[in-house]
């Protein structure tokens, strides 16, 4: 994962600032998730909102789905590592998000949609990300698109890592998706036993890498991150960016994005600037007008 110019050796890291753990919740029809990035770090990993993973084998954990429910001013982010979902929405946009597919959803001014899932049985795990939109695009017009897996730009380092580009650049290939104002990065990182590898981040961005399955070490310090847990990273203007080290075979999320820092407003569904802003989301969607 390291650019053309910086390798591991030669990079600046950034550290870990903290390590984060997940919370048990449910959400929709009682779909059993982890909420990793929560309400408390929104200012802190800006423009980033929320951060989901959902994981169970048991069909009990995850039939009942996402039924309908509505969404104003940012945009989900839905990767599929197993199991299949089904979404549609009002806008008449409708698709199977398979093994591997990004759903890239942009709430805008307002949508409704469900996501319910087409396996009676088996692994269902996946990554549900809320990227906020800034001030001026919050009432644009919504949007879905698809990313089959084969649509995922994907690249192999010579270290060996395997790294999926979901949005942002390394090694020169663009990801599948590229937003101009918040310019986030979302990299799905496959790291062998004893690998290491590094990428560029500007320093005025907010980062944050969440490990899924195996441990990896972080910058010079060497900060060990296992699974299930979340790194903020910290905001150093002299670090050029963040190298990691893996010490067992390891899968891992980076994620980094330029911040809005606007007010955020947020009440359920709805992420908008104003406490006023809220209330007529409230109010827009119990009269139809979503």
Not at 168 to 195: K, N, Q
Not at 231 to 251: C, F, K, M, Q, Y
Request: aromatic share 6%; hydrophobic share 40%; charged share 20%.
């Amino acid at each position: 994962m390291q650019t053309e110019s910086r390798s591991i050796d030669t990079l600046r890291s950034r550290e870990v600032e903290r390590l984060v753990v997940g919370q048990p919740t449910s959400d929709g029809a009682g779909v059993r998730l982890t909420r990793v990035l929560t309400r408390e770090l929104q200012r802190r990993l800006d423009p980033y909102l929320m951060l989901d993973e959902f994981r169970s084998d048991d069909p009990d954990d995850y039939l009942a789905g996402f039924p309908d429910h509505p969404h104003r001013g940012f945009e989900t982010i839905t990767y599929m590592i197993a199991g299949q979902m089904r979404h549609r929405d009002n806008n008449g946009g409708q698709g199977l998000l398979d093994a591997g597919g990004v759903q890239w959803m942009t709430a805008g001014r307002g949508i409704i949609h469900s996501e319910m899932p087409e396996q009676k049985d088996g692994l269902m795990h996946g990554f549900q990300l809320w990227l906020n939109l800034p001030a001026a695009d919050k009432m644009i017009a919504p949007s879905y698109r698809d990313i089959a897996a084969s649509g995922i730009p994907e690249l192999t380092t010579p270290e060996g890592v395997r790294v999926k580009v979901i949005a942002g650049r390394t090694l020169g290939v663009a990801g599948a998706v590229a937003r101009e104002t918040t310019e986030p990065l979302y990299l799905d990182l496959h790291m062998p036993a004893g690998s290491a590898g590094a990428q560029e981040l500007p320093a005025t961005h907010n980062a944050f890498l969440y490990v899924y399955a195996g441990e990896v070490e972080v910058g010079g310090e060497r900060r060990k991150v296992g699974a299930q847990r979340l790194a903020v990273l910290t905001n150093d203007p002299l670090a050029d960016g963040v190298s990691i080290r893996a010490g067992a075979e390891t899968r891992l999320l980076l994620v980094a994005g330029r911040p809005l820092n606007e007010p955020i407003a947020q009440h359920g569904p709805f992420v908008m600037n104003t406490a006023q802003q809220i209330t007529q989301a409230i109010a827009d969607y119990q009269a139809g007008r979503f």
